[in-house]
């Protein structure tokens, strides 16, 4: 027989009661991004590929699923990242002028997996911030990001900021030629200092233009990495040194709103897929080598859609930041046992049960197990001519579950308060005095 | 330029406030499982072909996207209905004895739209019951159709109820060869009396086996339709005959608990793809030809991966509900607009007006549009020391904002109950006694 059960590499499920957290996650921060202001959209999942990579160039393509559509023949593309959706509808569906705040949540494809071990089916969560081009929108994003992390319970986070304007500004100066700039790239993320100094001493380029190119792969760390950048860049273009100011000026916000949080510098970082063009950020916890979440501007992509827009976002993996989420207390189901059957009252109040957010479980006629083998520390049963709900104790000697009278106090069996594995709310238990089946 | 924002046919996106309003209702479906102890899983997008398949005949085949996975070459399916992932989740990862009750809700792809103008990315929405074979739980998954239909406010429905074991019970007595097979159930699927007594007539069978399948395009109406098919069936197989009195219990138990839903029969609807094994049923709404939700008992599609269990289950696609659902209130944006700044006390008003559940919206400097244009009926301004909630009231001549205050009361400029069209809530709104720029 083969495996019919085998998963994809890097293609996982979410099963109960991991799927009820993350639902509940879901909500934690679709509720915070509509308290900023940001409303949600759900970008369709296949799109042509000329639409869905507008842009993003070629890092995308590769990640990117392609299937054929039957019914026209051209070529279509799984989403591998939801950003492009995102801009696609700010510029051609919205067509606002004013600022448009957009958040999404989904599941995107990828050809490849994220790294070592990672996932090709990412649930993406993310929020973009449409038609404003100063750094204050910059600043919001990274604090929505950060607001984010802390729903999510993930503790421990720095940030790294960086701008990819300056290294732009300083090649466009420099003139070099394509070859030597893909050469460069390259050295720069690897931060090579010896290959980017033997390239740049071949090449045909200004002292003025060189010195600082090759600087670039030391210019980080902490915040006094800014002072020595200001120095280096001092004669570079009005752009390259109004992108260093930008960056201050977020650093700034941020260490007004966040003090905790320590910032990291890099001026040599180049994120993303090509397509930033200002400001670009990232969230990174101890122990983990990769970007839990990050982020950053990129400007006019909509353009291709008619409305060319700042634009400056944030995304993440709602399945990582939960691996990474300070650990709960371990969701136990508070569930309710009902007998099968048509009699009215006690329909009645399975019904009331449930729309008081209980969860009512109810016995099918033969089935394997009863109510602590479903799961369900108390049951309904009619005591005298009421049906009431009692706590159900188990003799773990013999197997056997006993109601225990609660009086009509709806009260597991457990003292403790527990956070229910389905439906999302808390639910406070009181005190029981008897348990195990005395 | 091509249009790089056509969507292809059949794949639609959600935009605000119709993607508020959809996750609106994807929250109060998946409470409503969790109230009936139905556990929440994701099943995966992709998958393994094989794995995607079993079990599920040629038809589900067709509509499935094809993508080869560039890590091992195998072939990979995109899910076009996730009653099959739950099967096997069931089988192959939970093993319980117990019965399980599992929900889903997420979105499917498929090649071809299903029917007239239709989606080929329905948002699927469904719940299964997993472990017991009696009409009880066949009972359960029904009421718990007509519970999601209430939820979502679709009105005006109506069931239909089948049973795919009487169909093959004669099928397997009357002893046909494929081809006359093949063309029995075309005809019955049409009801063509005609074509089915041409058939039967030339067919090689008895008159005890033939007669019944040549009534079964008739038999369907009213719950007495029933009657006159216990007649047809007297003599038919105690299997049948069992199919038929199970057809009858799960519609006494509607009758009980629903006693308003019009209950229609139809012996000859051999509704799913081909993986229906006993009750089928569907639910219709006026004006709709095709069902809105719909389901039946599949058993033992698990034992491929490792456990046959009887198995009952629906689903629907939550945008055709939400396009049946009777019009809700327009949604208005209850928001505050909040003026940028570091400032100390104004970013803790921020703060806790969000944590309060209120939208607050922070101005950006230069920002195109105030707080009108934001869609912000009120806002923050500092009032002597303290900065306060006040109405923002619109001077429709001159197109400028004027607050109103309102003595720190968060009202709308507006006196009537609004639904926030984000985060969720209702939000009651105490009257104003002035409103239009006076």
Redesign the interface.
Known sequence: ??N??????????????Q??R??QLR?RL???Y???????????????L??LL?GTGNDLDLLT???T????G?T?G?RADMTP?AA??DA???QR???V??CYL??V?R??PDGFAGSR?PLQVGAELF??A?V??DL?IVALMLATLDATGVGGVHVDLGHVGIYRGLLRDAKLDAATTDLLFDALQRKASADINALLAQADITVNARDPLAALADLNGGVECLDAAAIVLRDAAPDVRQALDDLRRIAA?LQ??RPRVPLHFDLAELRGYHYHTGPVFAAFVPGHGQAIAQGGRYDDIGR???LGRPATGFSADLKTLMAHAAPEPLAARA?IFAP?G?DGPL?AQVQAL??A??????A??????GAH??GCERELRKVGTEWTVVGVSVNKSYGICRPIFLGGVFAPAGGWFRE?H???GVWPAPTLHDKQGR
Chains 1, 2 share one sequence.
Do not use: N
């Open positions: 027989m083969t019919h059960w085998l998963l994809p590499e890097g293609i996982d499920e979410v099963l109960p009661p799927a009820a993350l639902e909500r679709l509720d915070l509509a308290s900023w202001g940001y409303e949600l959209i759900m970008p369709p999942f296949i799109e042509y000329e639409s507008t699923f392609k299937l559509d039957q019914l026209t051209r279509m799984v959706q696609r509808i051609h569906r919205l002028t004013t600022p705040r957009l989904g599941t494809l050809t490849r089916s038609g404003h100063g204050e929108s919001e916000g007004a709103r291709v859609f008619g569930a099968w048509a329909q449930r729309a957010g209980e969860c009512v479980i109810c099918l006629p033969g089935q394997a197990g083998e479903m229910a389905i439906g999302g």
